[in-house]
Each structure stands twice: as C-alpha cells, then as structure tokens.
C-alpha cells in the first residue's frame, strides 16, 4: 500500500491506495509549529482508525508547497512509518513536460495535477484548484503542462474582507438564498460563491478560446463541490486529484 500526501498551505491531505484504489483519507490543517512526532502520531492514528497496519505500507510519496514543514513531515514517516518518502521535486519522473519559463518556479501539487489528469481524463485541459489559492491550471493535448493563472483563494478573501473592514463579520463560504442578499451575511456570501462562479466561467472561457473546444475542466480542492454546484462549465469533480497524481508519479519511480 502507498500512503500519498499533500502538503498545502492550509491544509494536508493523506489517502491510502492500493493499486489504482483510493482508500481511507484525510485532511488535517497545516500547522507550521507542529512537530515531527506530532505529525507521525497524527499519521499512525489515523491508520490505525482506518485498520490498516503499519506494516501494510510500503511506500509514502509527498508533494509539498511548504517547505518549513516539509522536511518535519519526512522525519515523520522515516519514524513512525519506517518508510523513506519519495518527494516529488526537480530529478523525480512524473511523465509531465514542463513548459514554463522557469519549471522550477512551478508547485509541486500543480504538476503531480497534470500527471494526473495526463493519466486519467487526457488533454487539452483546464485544471481548476480551490485551495489557499484558486489556480486554473492548462494541460496541452499532448499531456504538457502549458502554464496557468493564479487567483487568491476563496477564504483568503472572506479572511480579508473581515480583518480590513471595520463590519463586516466572518461568514460561512455557502450559497445564499438569492443572489441579490438581503442581509451583510447573505449579501457577503453572494459575493463570495457567486463572484467565484462568474471568476470561473470567465477564466475558463478564457483558456477555452486558447486550448481549443475540446478542453476539459477538472475541478479540485475542498471548495469545489460547493462552486462546482452553481456552474455546468466545471464537467469533472475531482477531489483527489493531487493524490492520484501522487499515486501515478509513485509507480514511475518505483525501482
């Protein structure tokens, strides 16, 4: 079994596979005080909640846009997992060509995405990533990764709109009852769900007219069920996307 994980800025998410299969997983906030033994207990619970021994992994493979807490999350599987991880970074086969100008600039998550989608759905594609940031991510037909845009991330925006406004409160990232709100809570949520909808449709409009008709649009991260409810032009949810990716780039690397 692989035990995958992806290391974000808000969040990390762990999954068990066997083969192709995506078994138990889950996702615990990134905390950059948090210890490797800390980490590695985390871990070791969470398998043995999910009755999967310890010894029944024989691999970890990592992504990470966090380096402080990167090398912490290593230690931990080296501990507590007995299991040197492979990290996915410059040297590391993922079956992704990379055409940006400095490949090395580009996320980890970003590119194990496109092995992914590479993989399992083919180009042309547009990837669409709701997490700390709202990436929109395009993959050439011939299953490259072409380059994207960068957004900032829905709560990035509602944690903004609290701290540098004198009343406006924190609200929950749900759909409002009309577009049109009523109230500063509704009023609030309308512009964050729908003006993250209108965000999307115009961005993927937009990549369409460059990758061609055919261009598929994978939607990802935590948030994309809740956008992806609101617009057709988001055609395949796929929640755990980076960790088959991670899961594809492990069996290219295996010895």
Not at 227 to 243: C, F, G, N, S, Y
Request: proline share 6%; with cysteine; net charge neutral.
């Amino acid at each position: 079994m692989l035990l995958a994980i992806d290391i974000g800025n808000t969040n990390i998410t762990l999954g068990v596979y066997q083969g192709d299969r995506l078994g138990p997983r889950w996702r615990l906030a990134t905390d950059h005080e948090r210890m490797p033994d800390e980490y590695g207990l985390q871990f070791v619970s969470f398998l043995h909640h999910a009755d999967v021994p310890l010894q029944a992994i024989s691999g970890v493979c990592l992504a990470s846009v966090v380096p402080p807490v990167t090398g912490r999350i290593v230690e931990a599987c080296r501990r507590y997992i007995n299991q040197e991880p492979l990290v996915v970074d410059a040297g590391v086969k993922t079956g992704v060509r990379i055409r940006y100008e400095d490949p090395r600039a580009v996320g980890a998550d970003r590119i194990v995405d496109a092995a992914a989608v590479q993989k399992l759905y083919g180009g042309p594609a547009c990837v669409v990533d709701f997490g700390t940031a709202t990436t929109f991510d395009a993959i050439s037909e011939e299953g490259d990764y072409l380059g994207g845009a960068i957004a900032p991330g829905i709560g990035i925006a509602a944690e903004a709109l609290f701290l540098r406004t004198a009343k406006l409160p924190r609200v929950d990232l749900q759909r409002p009852p009309n577009v049109i709100g009523k109230n500063t809570v509704h009023a609030m949520q309308s512009g964050l769900v729908f003006g993250y909808v209108a965000l999307v449709e115009g961005m993927v409009a937009r990549f369409r007219a460059e990758l061609g008709e055919k261009m598929k649009v994978i939607a990802t991260g935590g948030l994309a069920e809740v956008i992806a409810r609101e617009t057709p032009v988001l055609q395949i949810i796929a929640p755990w996307l980076t960790l088959d990716g991670l899961n594809i780039i492990w069996k290219l690397n295996r010895p």
